[in-house]
């Protein structure tokens, strides 16, 4: 079985950041098939990832479907059921007419440890892991998720970046359970921050020791003692 990774913008996946939907996706393009056009077989792997971000989850393909001179209703109409139907931004932005692929997937899981890749996209929104070494590539991880090594915004006090990495973010929404740890409330209900626990001004570390998850109200509820380490958006690919 061929193995996946799909890289996706948050404003085009239902859900929340913190919990999105992966049990299908598509792909279209106005003048060409869309990658994996002709490349999914029932029972391949494929691997969630922000742009910008880690890969955080993996699914298993179920089935899927080839569409030529699609348009936004028929996409729509084949997403029917999943919270990507509703997703009027997505189906706004596609062109009149188009070829898609849409992909059906089951047996959701999310990774304890994200998989910061060293591979990159080169414009593709989907990539095939048809090798060995692009597999290597894209399925190895290049930084440890408790260190920051980031090259700028560095503390001269010796506690690291402000900066907060995509993967230590998302280990710490996976540790806490995607819920705030002062009123416990969850995500998708209420936007979640990653805090520091001591104030990374006053020499707390980016570390997971040191950060905690916080729903948006509690977080701007401590005032200015504490910094703010909120979730950001990556890049559209």
């Given at each position: 079985?061929?193995?996946?990774?799909?890289?996706?913008?948050?404003?085009?996946?239902?859900?929340?950041?913190?919990?999105?939907?992966?049990?299908?996706?598509?792909?279209?393009?106005?003048?060409?098939?869309?990658?994996?056009?002709?490349?999914?077989?029932?029972?391949?792997?494929?691997?969630?990832?922000?742009?910008?971000?880690?890969?955080?989850?993996?699914?298993?393909?179920?089935?899927?479907?080839?569409?030529?001179?699609?348009?936004?209703?028929?996409?729509?109409?084949?997403?029917?059921?999943?919270?990507?139907?509703?997703?009027?931004?997505?189906?706004?932005?596609?062109?009149?007419?188009?070829?898609?692929?849409?992909?059906?997937?089951?047996?959701?899981?999310?990774?304890?440890?994200?998989?910061?890749?060293?591979?990159?996209?080169?414009?593709?929104?989907?990539?095939?892991?048809?090798?060995?070494?692009?597999?290597?590539?894209?399925?190895?991880?290049?930084?440890?998720?408790?260190?920051?090594?980031?090259s700028t915004g560095?503390?001269?006090?010796?506690?690291?970046?402000?900066?907060?990495?995509?993967?230590?973010?998302f280990q710490v929404?996976?540790?806490?359970?995607?819920?705030?740890?002062?009123?416990?409330?969850?995500?998708?209900?209420?936007?979640?921050?990653?805090?520091?626990?001591?104030?990374?001004?006053?020499?707390?570390?980016?570390?997971?020791?040191?950060?905690?998850?916080?729903?948006?109200?509690?977080?701007?509820?401590?005032?200015?003692?504490?910094?703010?380490?909120?979730?950001?958006?990556?890049?559209?690919?």
């Amino acid at each position: 079985m061929t193995e996946h990774v799909v890289i996706r913008r948050p404003e085009y996946v239902s859900g929340s950041r913190e919990r999105p939907e992966v049990k299908v996706f598509t792909q279209a393009h106005q003048t060409r098939h869309p990658v994996p056009w002709g490349k999914l077989s029932i029972g391949d792997t494929v691997w969630m990832k922000w742009s910008g971000g880690p890969i955080v989850g993996k699914s298993i393909v179920n089935g899927f479907r080839q569409i030529e001179d699609c348009t936004a209703d028929e996409l729509r109409a084949a997403t029917s059921g999943s919270l990507l139907g509703r997703n009027d931004a997505y189906f706004d932005s596609l062109a009149p007419r188009f070829d898609a692929v849409v992909i059906y997937l089951g047996h959701e899981q999310w990774l304890d440890e994200p998989i910061t890749p060293s591979a990159r996209s080169r414009g593709e929104s989907w990539v095939v892991l048809g090798t060995e070494r692009l597999r290597d590539a894209w399925l190895s991880s290049t930084k440890p998720l408790q260190s920051v090594s980031e090259s700028t915004g560095a503390s001269k006090s010796g506690n690291g970046s402000r900066t907060i990495p995509h993967a230590l973010r998302f280990q710490v929404l996976r540790r806490d359970s995607f819920s705030c740890v002062y009123c416990g409330r969850r995500a998708p209900d209420v936007k979640l921050h990653v805090d520091h626990l001591v104030p990374w001004s006053k020499g707390g570390a980016s570390s997971i020791e040191n950060l905690r998850t916080a729903c948006e109200a509690c977080n701007l509820g401590k005032g200015a003692s504490h910094v703010l380490a909120d979730l950001d958006s990556p890049a559209r690919p």
